[in-house]
C-alpha cells in the first residue's frame, strides 16, 4: 500500500484536529484520513453539530495548509450495524470500519486501541500531551472551582469554605465548541498522564477525577445546555492544622471508632476525612475508602474503593474479609449508603462517614428510621461538625434508662440516646420514642412537661385525620410549631380547630399548626 493510498479512520471524540496535525507533522499519518458522518446523527443537539463541523473544518484546513495528508468524509456501513450501534457502541463500530475498509485507527481510546492491536490492525495513538488542559490557567492560588456553561460567561468561586465569593472571569459567553474542546483536551491529558479516573459515564453526564481535579460534565437532554464544573482543593491538610484538643485528639487515637464527619456542601467535611485517614495511616492503621468519585488525595498504601463500580454486597464482603482498621466512607447519601455504614460498624470495623447536614444534630438524624433508635450510639460514638474549613462541634453519644427531659413522671422511663457536647460533657439533645414518634428534644430549649402533655394531645386529635408519622413537633422559642403535610390540612384544620382552640385555653399552651 502507498503512503498516498493509506487510510485512517479518526475516532473525533478522542483525537482533536490539532492531534492529528501533529500526528501528520512527525510522519506518523500520511494519506487519507476518513471521518466516519456518523459523528454527525449521533448528536442530539445543534451545538453538538456545530462542535462536530468545526472539528472536521479544521482538519480540512491543516490539511490543506501542510499538504501531508487527505481528509474525507465516509457513509461507510459496516454488514450488520446502523447508527443506533455508532451511537452505543462507537469502539465497535469503528473497529468494524477499520476492518472493512483496510484502514488504521486514529485514537486515544484504550478499549478500541486494545480491539484494534487483538485483531492486528495498526492503530496511531493520539499524541502525549505536552501541557496541562486549559482549564488549569483559571486556578489561582484562591480559586476553589470553575464554572463553564454554553451561552454564559465563564466564573469561578474565589475565596475559602464559609467566605468566597463568585467572579465572572471574562465577558463573552462560553461556546459550546469551547466546552467541546476542553473535554478532548481533558481526554488527551488523562490517556498521556494515566492519571484521570472515570468514576461515571452516562449518556448525559461524566464524572471525573483528573489528578486534584474533580471534573462534572453534564449536557442535553439531562441539562439545559453543556456545562462543565471543574473544582479543586485549595489546599491538603493534616489534622494538626485544624483546632483540635488534646481530649479529642486522644479520643480520635484511643476510643473513637464510629465517627460522622458533617457540614454543608463545600465547607471542607471530606478535607477533614482524608486528613483523619493520614493521620490512622501514620498510626499504623490499615485504612482504606470507599468513595465516588475518588477524589481524596491519599498514600497508596490507603486502597480507594468506588461505589460506582460494585454493588454494597460486594464493598461488604471485601472489607469484612480484608479486615481494614478504619474505612473513612465518603459521602453517605441514600439509605443503602446508611445500612452498609451500620452493618460494617456493627462487624466491629472502624467506620468514618461524611455527611451532608446543616448542623451536628441533623447528620444524627440521617440514621433515625434507618436503624433502630438504641443501636445508633453503637454506630456513631463520635460526630464532628466542619464549619468553614475547621471543627466547630463535636458531640458523643451514649444510651441510658431514664425519664426523658421534661417529663416527670417515673413510669414514662425508657431508652434515651443522650447526646452530648464533647468538650462540656454536658447533654444538649435527647432522642427518644413516645408512642409510634421519635422525638429529638434539644434539652437548653427542650419542651416542658407542660408542653409535652399538649403535645401528646395535639398528636391524638391530628392524627384522626393526618398518618402520625406525617405530623412533626419542634419547639420555638416559647412556642410548639405542628407540621402537617399541606394536602391533609383543609380537612384536618376544620374538623379539628375547635378542639385545638379548647386545648390551648385549658393547657395555656401556645402551639402553631403550619403546612409544608
Same mark, same amino acid.
Do not use: C
Given at each position: ?27 506518523? +499519518?500520511? =494519506? ?5 458522518? =456518523? ?37 461507510? %456501513? ?56 486549559? *482549564?488549569?490557567? *483559571? ?9 463553564? !456553561?454554553?451561552?454564559?460567561?465563564? %466564573? ?47 449518556? =448525559? ?11 462534572? +460534565? ?17 489546599? $491538603? ?12 485528639? !486522644? ?17 471542607? $467535611? ?12 501514620? $498510626? ?117 434508662? !431514664? ?18 457536647? *464533647? ?20 434539652? !437548653? ?27 412533626? +413537633?419542634?419547639? +420555638? ?20 380547630? $375547635? ?18
Amino acid at each position: 500500500m502507498s503512503v498516498l493510498s493509506k487510510k485512517y479512520i479518526v475516532d473525533l471524540t478522542t483525537a482533536t484536529p490539532e492531534g492529528v496535525h501533529e500526528l501528520a507533522m512527525s510522519g506518523r +499519518v500520511a =494519506g487519507v484520513v476518513l471521518v466516519h458522518i =456518523g459523528f454527525f446523527r449521533i448528536v442530539e443537539t445543534p451545538e453538538e453539530t456545530i462542535s462536530i463541523a468545526t472539528s472536521v473544518e479544521k482538519l480540512y484546513k491543516l490539511a490543506k495548509e501542510t499538504g501531508l495528508f487527505e481528509v474525507q468524509l465516509t457513509d461507510h %456501513m459496516p454488514r450488520g450495524l446502523n447508527y443506533r450501534d455508532f451511537k452505543d457502541n462507537k469502539s465497535h463500530f469503528l473497529f468494524s470500519v477499520a476492518m472493512d475498509l483496510d484502514a488504521a485507527i486514529i485514537t486515544g481510546d484504550p478499549k478500541l486501541e486494545a480491539m484494534a492491536s487483538a485483531s492486528n490492525i495498526e492503530v496511531v495513538k493520539i499524541p502525549a500531551a505536552r501541557r496541562l488542559p486549559s *482549564f488549569t490557567e *483559571f486556578f489561582e492560588e484562591d480559586v476553589m472551582s470553575l464554572h463553564l !456553561k454554553e451561552g454564559v460567561p465563564p %466564573m469561578v468561586k474565589r475565596g475559602k469554605p464559609g467566605s468566597w465569593r463568585l467572579e465572572y472571569i471574562r465577558e463573552e459567553p462560553v461556546t459550546r465548541a469551547e466546552l467541546e474542546q476542553m473535554v478532548r483536551e481533558i481526554h488527551e491529558y488523562s490517556i498521556a498522564s494515566g492519571e484521570s479516573v472515570k468514576e461515571i459515564s452516562r449518556p =448525559g453526564s461524566l464524572i471525573a477525577q483528573l489528578g486534584h481535579y474533580r471534573i462534572v +460534565v453534564t449536557k442535553p437532554p439531562l441539562s439545559d445546555g453543556m456545562e462543565i464544573t471543574i473544582v479543586k482543593p485549595l489546599r $491538603k491538610l493534616k489534622l494538626s492544622d485544624y483546632t483540635i484538643s488534646a481530649k479529642l485528639l !486522644k479520643r480520635f487515637e484511643e476510643q473513637a471508632e464510629g465517627i460522622l464527619i458533617a457540614g454543608a456542601p463545600g465547607m471542607g $467535611k471530606t478535607t477533614f476525612a482524608q486528613a483523619l485517614a493520614e493521620f490512622y495511616y501514620e $498510626k499504623g492503621k490499615i485504612v482504606k475508602t470507599v468513595e465516588s468519585p475518588r477524589d481524596m488525595q491519599l498514600p497508596p498504601e490507603i486502597t480507594q474503593l468506588s461505589k460506582t463500580y460494585a454493588t454494597s454486597e460486594e464493598i461488604h464482603d471485601i472489607l469484612l474479609l480484608s479486615r481494614p482498621d478504619y474505612t473513612i466512607y465518603d459521602e453517605l447519601r441514600d439509605t443503602k449508603d446508611f445500612e452498609l455504614f451500620a452493618d460494617l460498624r456493627l462487624a466491629g470495623v472502624g467506620m468514618v462517614g461524611v455527611v451532608h447536614a446543616t448542623s451536628p444534630i441533623d447528620a444524627i438524624q440521617r440514621f433515625i428510621g434507618r436503624v433502630e433508635l438504641g443501636m445508633i450510639p453503637s454506630i456513631i460514638d463520635t460526630v464532628v461538625f466542619i464549619k468553614n474549613g475547621d471543627i466547630e462541634k463535636v458531640y458523643t453519644l451514649e444510651t441510658t434508662i !431514664k425519664v426523658p427531659h421534661g417529663l416527670t413522671e417515673s413510669d414514662l422511663a425508657r431508652p434515651v440516646v443522650v447526646v452530648k457536647d *464533647f468538650e462540656t460533657n454536658q447533654p444538649e439533645y435527647e432522642i427518644y420514642v413516645f408512642g409510634e414518634r421519635t422525638f429529638v428534644v434539644p434539652i !437548653k430549649r427542650g419542651l416542658t412537661a407542660k408542653q409535652q402533655r399538649a403535645v401528646k394531645k395535639i398528636v391524638n386529635i391530628l392524627s384522626k385525620y393526618v398518618p402520625e408519622e406525617e405530623i412533626e +413537633v419542634s419547639p +420555638v422559642g416559647s412556642k410548639i410549631v405542628v407540621t402537617i403535610p399541606v394536602e391533609y390540612a383543609p380537612i384536618a384544620l376544620s374538623r379539628s380547630r $375547635k378542639k385545638l382552640d379548647r386545648l390551648k385555653r385549658q393547657l395555656g399552651v401556645k402551639f402553631e399548626v403550619k403546612t409544608r
